[in-house]
């Protein structure tokens, strides 16, 4: 898959319009679902877009010496980051914030995405990478910049969050119902 998504994009960096709209089809959802854990699900749409902008306005660089699917997360990365500095400096007022607490329940899905919302942010990053996107740890190292072992523990850690917070929830249930 990764070489032709590569394949995809040195096609579209020489201007072939069909491996640009190949490119972006056998990304975008992966794409999707890793902004959505980055950053929050109501802005996924919005990177994701300004992803491709930044992808497609760097691709001419692009040398193709690491996957593109990489290249792409790492770019996502760095915009998910400019736009989590960009909220923290910009608070929402109180006429459009949304309440966080009034999160819809649809499920285990949405659990699970609160879950891994509330790791931290290098956690976060390795775990979705990896547990939920697929890459390999190497992969993952590539995009976040860092050592493979510094991903493998930030991986451990997020499970071992994910398991404590999982057991903290079953647990007081089982109090509240005594």
């Known amino acids: 898959m990764d070489d032709e998504i590569t394949h995809y994009a040195v096609r579209a960096a020489d201007g072939d319009r069909h491996a640009a709209e ?3 089809a056998t990304t975008r959802g ?3 679902r890793l902004l959505t854990y980055l950053s929050d699900p109501g802005s996924a749409e919005d990177l994701v877009q ?3 902008l930044r992808a497609f306005g760097s691709l001419r660089g692009y040398e193709g010496r690491s996957p593109a699917r990489t290249w792409l997360f790492a770019i996502a990365r760095n915009v998910a980051a400019d736009h989590l500095r960009a909220r923290k400096r910009r608070p929402l007022t109180s006429a459009t914030a949304v309440p966080e607490a009034a999160a819809p329940d649809h499920g285990r899905l949405v659990a699970l995405h609160a ?3 509330g790791l931290d942010a290098e956690r976060r990053e390795a775990f979705v990478l990896t547990q939920v996107l697929g890459l390999s740890y190497a992969e993952a190292a590539d995009v976040c910049g860092c050592a493979v072992g510094t991903i493998r523990s930030r991986v451990f850690r997020a499970r071992d969050d994910l398991t404590r917070a999982v057991g903290g929830e079953e647990g ?4 509240s119902t005594r």
Do not use: G, I, M, N
Not at 172 to 175: C, K, L, N, R, T
């Open 30 to 32: 992966p794409l999707h």
């Open 50 to 52: 300004e992803t491709y």
């Open 115 to 117: 879950l891994v919302a």
């Open 22 to 24: 190949r490119f972006v």
């Open 172 to 175: 007081e249930a089982v109090s």
